[in-house]
């Protein structure tokens, strides 16, 4: 098994959540898949240096019909220099149909490593076939602060924890499993795969895998993936 087929990703549209590394991961799918495409419903940072192409388009079905380089983004439009405007979720829902992969940022994390989502996150589409939660195998063992977590409110809602507090694997596993959490809003036919991503030595392996035991028991999930998408060889192993 390779990290394309670890997450699902081969086929229809797959969404990314959390944090800890949503752009890295796209990246690396979309250079692996034949024609993939890259979009988003929320905003996105410039990413045309990891796609042949970006297409600003009100029309992402025409974009993509008519594209001939790959991998191909699409976005609505580029609201600032360093950043696009995502579709909304009903705009990329109505892509399920077109033959490529689809690749979709569903929420932002503000450079942080583990986070909750919002009341007005994510965005999934409906037609959503893979939804991916991820976090950094690294937050275990730090503080909840906003150094390395966004919305610390919220993660505290979840876990119990309060600010400050070290953060510990069933924490990250609970967070990854929870309805309010990882698996907020995943579609009723959508499959869930959570990745614990940054996973670069023995250790940090170590305490992925007692995070994805701990996910198994709280949610029937056909896997956990971990993985090190900075690496030529992203998959880390399969839990």
Not at 191 to 201: E, F, K, R
Not at 206 to 215: D, G, K, L, Q
Request: hydrophobic share 45%.
């Amino acid at each position: 098994m390779d990290i394309v087929d670890a997450l699902d990703a081969r086929h229809g549209i797959t969404c990314f959540v959390g944090a800890g590394g949503k752009k890295t991961t796209m990246a690396a799918l979309a250079a692996r898949l034949e024609r993939a495409v890259v979009t988003a419903t929320v905003r996105i940072p410039i990413f045309d240096g990891w796609v042949a192409d970006v297409v600003v388009t009100e029309t992402p079905q025409t974009a993509i019909d008519t594209a001939s380089t790959w991998p191909l983004g699409v976005v609505p439009v580029q609201e600032r220099p360093d950043r696009y405007r995502g579709y909304d979720p009903e705009t990329v829902a109505d892509l399920a149909d077109i033959e490529h992969p689809i690749l979709v940022k569903a929420d932002g994390a503000r450079m942080r490593e583990f986070k909750a989502p919002s009341d007005r996150e994510p965005q999934l589409p409906s037609t959503a076939s893979t939804v991916v939660p991820i976090a950094s195998a690294h937050v275990v063992g730090e503080p909840l602060t906003d150094d390395i977590v966004h919305r610390v409110d919220e993660v505290a809602a979840i876990t119990g924890l309060d600010p400050g507090d070290e953060i510990r694997p069933r924490d990250v596993a609970t967070v990854l499993a929870s309805d309010q959490g990882g698996l907020k809003d995943v579609p009723a036919d959508a499959t869930a795969v959570p990745l614990l991503n940054m996973v670069d030595d023995e250790g940090l392996e170590a305490s992925a895998r007692t995070v994805a035991e701990a996910i198994h028991d709280r949610v029937d999930v056909p896997r956990v993936v971990l993985a090190e998408m900075r690496s030529d060889d992203p998959l880390v192993a399969v839990v």
